[in-house]
Nanobody, 116 residues
Framework: QVQLVESGGGLVQPGGSLRLSCAAPGLTFAMYTMSWYRQAPGKERELVARISSASSITNYADDVKGRFTISRDNAKNTVYLQMNSLKPEDTAVYYC?????????WGQGTQVTVSS
């Protein structure tokens, strides 16, 4: 069974940084497009960033461009989300997703809280 395991969430002050990781040990990782989504209380889950299998293409939501960076290490079966200049509105549960053809898998989520 494929499992995606996120880590790195926590409480951070506005303007601070966090680095999220998502490990996928049971996956043929290099074949998958990897994404980070987030869901704030009372809101729908939304795409934050996406990276192609060979890291050649990245996409970001408008409100995180210039602050967040998605990257991947195919040798470690891990995708990262570096989050800088965090704002209170970035507070949410962050999920990673793996997608290839008709296969998609989600992690369990990690809480990010931005508050003073």
């Amino acid at each position: 069974q494929v499992q995606l395991v996120e880590s790195g969430g926590g409480l951070v002050q506005p303007g601070g940084s966090l680095r999220l990781s998502c490990a996928a040990p049971g996956l043929t990782f290099a074949m998958y497009t990897m994404s980070w989504y987030r869901q704030a209380p009372g809101k729908e889950r939304e795409l934050v960033a996406r990276i192609s299998s060979a890291s050649s293409i990245t996409n970001y939501a408008d409100d995180v461009k210039g602050r967040f960076t998605i990257s991947r290490d195919n040798a470690k079966n891990t995708v990262y989300l570096q989050m800088n200049s965090l704002k209170p509105e970035d507070t949410a549960v962050y999920y990673c997703k793996a997608l290839w053809s008709n296969l998609n898998y989600w992690g369990q989520g990690t809480q990010v809280t931005v508050s003073s």
